[in-house]
C-alpha cells in the first residue's frame, strides 16, 4: 500500500500566508487537526500491520478532512483548503474509498483551488473514478419470443 503525501505543518502555514498574530481561532484548530492526520500517516507509515495502518489512514482522512471543513470557502482560504481536501482525497483513494475520494476532491473543487491544484484535485476524480469496481453486468430482459410472432 503506497501511502500518499501529506504537506507538512509549516507548509500548511506558509500556504495559509498568516503569521501567529493573524490566525484566528479557526486556523489553529485547522492546523491542530492536520497535526493529527500526520501523526495518523506517520504511524500507518511505521507500522506493517495492514489492519493498523488502514485504520491510521482513516484516522488521518477524517483528520485532514476536519482542518479543510474549518476553512470557509473564500479566496482567502486558498490554497489551503483545497490542499487539504486533495490530501484527504489521496488518502481516500489509498485505501479503497472511492466515494469518500470523489467527495473530498469535489470539496477541494468547490472552492476557488488555484489552476495547478484544480488539475491535481481532477486527477484525482479520475483516479476515484478508475479505482471503482466494476459493477456486474445486469441482465438483459428477453422478449417472449411469442410477442415476437415465433411459435414455439
Known sequence: MQLPVIASCDNLRALHRRSDEDMTDSDHWCIAHHRLAMEHADEAEQTDDRSRKRSALVNAMFEEAEAANLLPVSAESEPTRSVLYRSAAEIALSISLPKSCEHLANEGLSGSPPPEIA??????LRRCEESKPTPPPT?????DPRDEGIES
Not at 488539475?119 to 484525482?124: F, M, N, P, T
Open 119 to 124: 488539475a491535481e484535485l481532477q486527477d484525482v
Open 139 to 143: 441482465s438483459v430482459p428477453v422478449a
